[in-house]
T-cell receptor, first 112, second 112 residues
Framework: DTAVSQTPKYLVTQMGNDKSIKCEQN?????MYWYKQDSKKFLKIMFS???????INETVPNRFSPKSPDKAHLNLHINSLELGDSAVYFC???????????FGSGTRLTVV | GENVEQHPSTLSVQEGDSAVIKCTYS??????FPWYKQELGKRPQLIID?????GEKKDQRIAVTLNKTAKHFSLHITETQPEDSAVYFC???????????FGPGTSLSVIP
């Protein structure tokens, strides 16, 4: 019974396309996040939602738009994909902001 | 904002030896310091954490120490085993208020 699940696991797409990644957690946590892990393994926060409200929006291009329909779900939509968007995107959740995270299994996005 | 540095970036030890990874943080208001282990192709997993009201915490072969004055914290792994090989991330946050900021990671290799 997966705690934080992401779909899809792999995504290969052409430049200029629009794609979405979905995340769901069944831990009853109030806070969810999107992190981007680049090729050097650096984990950088993109967005955070607490109880469906956006609380953190780092300097991310506005081609990236998160959506939280309820506190168990946080999706990420990316418009006009660029080569530099290629990375692994991790969803995570925690009981409250800044506490121990449970990560999803990641989505490896490759833009060609 | 918070900045977390981590050393060394790579570490190779013989099986059975100890490994130490050191981190520094910049925000004196940070009060929560988790450590994550990421095996190749997998998600980061929380292995141990420490809060600022504690100087040391141990869990079997893993221990963390915190020096709030110097803004340093360290991960100690004793009796290393090949399955300890992974990338280890230190992190810091102001629990309940803010996001977790990750260090750049240490790639640990345990040689049998």
């Amino acid at each position: 019974d997966t705690a934080v699940s992401q779909t899809p696991k792999y995504l290969v797409t052409q430049m200029g396309n629009d794609k979405s990644i979905k995340c769901e957690q069944n831990l009853g946590h109030d806070t969810m996040y999107w992190y981007k892990q680049d090729s050097k393994k650096f984990l950088k926060i993109m967005f955070s939602y607490n109880n469906k409200e956006l609380i953190i929006n780092e300097t991310v291009p506005n081609r990236f738009s998160p959506k939280s329909p309820d506190k168990a779900h946080l999706n990420l939509h990316i418009n006009s994909l660029e080569l530099g968007d290629s990375a692994v995107y991790f969803c995570a959740s925690s009981q409250e902001p800044g506490n121990g995270y449970t990560f999803g299994s990641g989505t490896r996005l490759t833009v060609v | 904002g918070e900045n977390v540095e981590q050393h060394p970036s790579t570490l190779s030890v013989q099986e059975g030896d100890s490994a130490v990874i050191k981190c520094t943080y910049s925000d004196s208001a940070s009060n929560y310091f988790p450590w994550y282990k990421q095996e190749l192709g997998k998600r980061p997993q929380l292995i141990i954490d420490i809060r600022s009201n504690v100087g040391e915490k141990k869990d079997q072969r893993i221990a963390v120490t915190l020096n709030k004055t110097a803004k340093h914290f360290s991960l100690h792994i004793t009796e290393t085993q090949p399955e300890d090989s992974a990338v280890y991330f230190c992190a810091a946050s102001r629990a309940s208020y803010d996001k977790v900021i990750f260090g750049p990671g240490t790639s640990l290799s345990v040689i049998p």
